[in-house]
């Protein structure tokens, strides 16, 4: 079964308003949980590392203000996109791991969102 | 320069066909290496990793090359449920489990 899931699998907003993606570690308390986004016939780029309970790291180039991240328990992380625009418009992904910092990440099935 | 770099296809083969993808990464000091699936519109799904000694799973092989700063990966006896998008990617030694991520080769495999 599943290990991971992601709410909505796909949203279409218009431009101005926020969005929140839900990702749930379904069968272990993930201590880490990544974001990625991926735009069309691109690679998954690496947007931020959620840990619970403490702020997330966010890569270069990533606007922390722009896209909130609440890790709030050891199942659930949370992506805003805030007043999204059509550039925002991407594949979001979310991935957890158990534990140790080299443990398999394992990936939820994303997030289409379309900023008109 | 891309981090990881492969040749974006689409490779179309017959079923049956061999094919190999290859994959270069910059960074030397790059820690543990994979490969992924991903199907149209769907997650990445682990493959397989990729060992120095070079490691089989069925009909796919995969190697690395660490000198070269190469990853190889041979599908033997197409099967039309190969056709997908691999990708390679290497796990950094810094910054905790970050992977990057190749923008993937695209397999299309036909009757």
């Known amino acids: 079964g599943a290990v991971v899931s992601q709410h909505p699998s796909r949203v279409i907003c218009k431009s101005g308003t926020s969005v929140k993606i839900e990702c749930r570690s379904l069968?272990?308390?993930?201590?880490?949980m990544f974001w990625y986004r991926q735009f069309p016939k691109q690679s998954l780029m690496l947007m931020a590392t959620?840990?619970?309970?403490?702020?997330?790291?966010?890569e270069q180039g990533v606007e922390k203000d722009k896209f909130l991240i609440n890790h709030a328990s050891l199942t659930l992380s949370t992506l805003t996109v805030t007043s999204a625009h059509p550039e925002d418009s991407s594949f979001y992904i979310c991935?957890?791991?158990?534990?140790?910092?080299?443990?398999?990440?394992?990936f939820g099935p994303g997030t289409r969102l379309t900023v008109l | 320069r891309k981090e990881v770099e492969q040749d974006p296809g689409p490779f179309n083969v017959p079923e049956g066909a061999t094919v190999a993808f290859n994959c270069t990464y910059s960074?030397?000091?790059?820690?543990?290496f994979f490969w992924y699936r991903q199907d149209c519109r769907k997650e990445p799904k682990l493959l397989m990793s990729?060992?120095?000694s070079g490691n089989e799973d069925g009909r796919f092989t995969a190697q690395l090359n660490r000198a070269s700063q190469y990853i190889s990966l041979l599908i033997r006896d197409s099967k039309l449920s190969d056709s997908a998008t691999y990708l390679c990617?290497?796990?950094?030694?810094?910054?905790?489990?970050?992977?990057?991520f190749g923008a993937g080769t695209r397999l299309a495999v036909h009757p």
């Open positions: 991935s957890v791991v158990r534990g140790l910092v080299t443990d398999t990440q394992y």
């Open positions: 069968d272990f308390q993930a201590t880490t």
């Open positions: 959620s840990n619970e309970g403490s702020k997330a790291t966010y």
């Open positions: 960074n030397s000091a790059s820690q543990s």
């Open positions: 990729v060992y120095s």
């Open positions: 990617v290497v796990r950094k030694i810094s910054g905790y489990n970050k992977l990057i």
